[in-house]
């Protein structure tokens, strides 16, 4: 099983970009950082995207999560997100996958 993702995870864009793991809410705390779900990931802009159309800049932002999301690990009844998670971006490109969850210890599906 995969390690659940935390806010002291990493997620980038195809463009080297930094995508923030910021909770929206309260979560448990997993290795001393809270545990990040889709609706966290979503419009978020991937900061240092170097992408840019004809010349302007134009960052990745999430638009949606394409897999990653467990089937059986919930934070208040919405579903957590493990170290299998890609996201779609508002340019086409594909997330990298997850380089670090954020902790080892805590795995789901």
């Known amino acids: 099983m995969p390690p659940l993702i ?3 995870g990493t ?3 195809a463009h080297g970009g930094m995508i923030p793991l910021i909770p929206a809410g309260t979560r448990p705390l997993i290795g001393g950082s809270p545990g990040i779900v889709a609706t966290d990931l979503m419009g978020k802009v991937a900061a240092g995207c ?5 010349g302007a800049p134009a ?3 999430v638009v949606s999560v394409i897999s990653g999301i467990c089937t059986k690990v919930t934070y208040a009844g919405t579903p957590a997100l493990h170290q299998g998670l890609s ?3 508002s340019n086409g490109t594909p997330t990298m996958p997850v380089s670090s969850a954020g902790q080892t ?3 789901g599906t």
Do not use: R
Request: aromatic share 4%.
């Open 6 to 8: 935390t806010a002291a």
């Open 11 to 13: 997620l980038q864009c």
């Open 50 to 54: 170097t992408f840019n159309i004809s």
């Open 59 to 61: 960052p990745c932002v």
């Open 87 to 89: 996201c779609a971006t």
């Open 105 to 107: 210890m805590v795995q």
